[in-house]
């Protein structure tokens, strides 16, 4: 399949991740990532970081935007020089990010006024932490439910959460494309923050929002129940995705929380 990425690597996490741009955009304006530090005091210390971006369409450079913030997010993470803290360092990292993108979406150029949407989790001991800004999403597969951690920065989202339209309904919405809040806008851009323990048995699943122009949440905690993706891959859902339309760029991560 072209312009898509698959990765497995099974240690102390299991992670999967796919990347397509669909059957009708040109360009693939997801991206996603990943680190999990291979030097056991690094990760005990900082832990494991995912995260996928999705370019806001309606801007230029969206490419740009998602891979320059998952890959500034991580480099800043690991190696910026920021506290020890794990929540706290996730916190000033994510700062520093959402100021680079601002810096280059204000500059004049090709980047000029680019955006992106932003999720990403932090795995370390036993707890989990989410960073969140647009309308890409964070689930968690738990005793076989699957619950979505993150609120989706978008118009359809909010007239969701306030009872006006369903979920259903907002995957046809005419306005299901805009964006509420995202990467690039302003220079101090405030984003969602969660924590949790984990779970054995735990998956998390990152995506951006064009995989639900082909899925319900229903389906996806179907696939992720059967845990299909160990044997066929997680590109399994893109690969459907593309069969029923593929009308927008798809990205899929799946981590195996199960120390």
Not at 15 to 21: A, I, M, N, P
Not at 202 to 218: A, S
Request: proline residues 2%; negative net charge.
């Amino acid at each position: 399949m072209k312009n898509t990425s698959i990765a497995n690597l099974k240690t102390d996490v299991n992670v999967q991740c796919c990347t397509d741009k669909g059957l009708v955009r040109q360009n693939n304006e997801d991206y996603c990532g990943y680190y999990i530090p291979e030097d056991n005091n690094i990760k005990e210390s900082l832990g494991c970081l995912f995260a996928v971006a999705d370019g806001v369409g309606s801007c230029q450079a969206g490419e740009v935007a998602s891979a320059e913030a998952i890959n500034v997010l991580l480099q800043e993470y690991y190696f910026g020089d920021y506290t020890e803290k794990c929540p706290e360092r996730f916190k000033e990292a994510y700062d520093f990010t959402s100021l680079h993108i601002y810096d280059l979406s204000s500059a004049n150029g090709s980047c000029n006024k680019m955006m992106c949407t932003l999720t990403a989790l932090l795995l370390r001991d036993s707890k989990f932490y989410i960073t969140h800004v647009g309308d890409s999403k964070a689930f968690l597969l738990r005793d076989g439910n699957l619950i979505q951690l993150t609120k989706d920065h978008s118009v359809v989202g909010k007239l969701v959460r306030m009872g006006f339209i369903t979920k259903e309904q907002a995957r046809t919405h005419p306005n299901k494309h805009v964006i509420l809040r995202s990467l690039g806008e302003r220079p101090i851009l405030p984003a969602d923050f969660y924590s949790g323990n984990i779970q054995t048995g735990d998956v998390f699943f990152l995506c951006t929002d064009g995989i639900f122009n082909h899925f319900t949440e229903e389906e996806i905690q179907e696939f992720l129940l059967q845990k299909r993706y160990q044997n066929e891959g997680i590109d399994t859902l893109v690969r459907i995705g593309n069969e029923r339309g593929g009308e927008d760029n798809m990205t899929v991560m799946s981590i195996d929380a199960d120390w």
